[in-house]
């Protein structure tokens, strides 16, 4: 992120990807993603939605609770966040286990959205988080460890 040729790559890269899946919204996960979901968000011409840790937004919102390692934890967006049927992208910085991206998948689903892909900078592939993520849902990562 120090580097803004780096962050241009990465911003372009995902925009250009997330261009082929007809992207009409991009939601990003606190707090990370939105380093990254924000300028591809401007770059694609496209709202900005940000999924956020509970309490953090004001009402109405709507929210699901999701696992952790170490317990649990709240994802929440405005009710008014998408429309019926919007095109969405989910981004992230990091796929690990992919509960979080999971609940952001649920969250928008039940918004009406159709997520089209959920794209992050790093996967972990040795925690097998795509596994988790919902089946028909394109997934992309720019690295993968």
Not at 2 to 29: C, F, G
Not at 80 to 87: D, M, Y
């Amino acid at each position: 992120m120090a580097d803004p040729r780096a962050m241009l790559h990465i911003t372009e890269t995902m925009s250009e990807y997330l261009n082929t899946k007809q992207t009409q919204v991009i939601a990003a996960i606190d707090a990370r993603g939105f380093i990254f979901g924000a300028p591809i968000a401007a770059m694609l011409d496209v709202p900005f939605v940000p999924l956020r840790k509970a309490g953090k937004l004001p009402p109405p919102v709507v929210g699901t609770d999701y696992a952790l390692e170490y317990g649990s934890a709240r994802l929440e967006a405005s009710t008014l966040a998408v429309a019926q049927g919007q095109n969405v992208a989910i981004i992230d910085d990091l796929l690990a286990t992919g509960g979080t991206a999971a609940a952001g998948a649920k969250l928008l689903g039940s918004l009406g959205a159709n997520v089209v892909s959920i794209a992050f900078l790093v996967e972990l592939t040795f925690l097998s988080g795509r596994e988790l993520l919902p089946d028909g849902i394109d997934v992309f990562s720019m690295v993968q460890y």
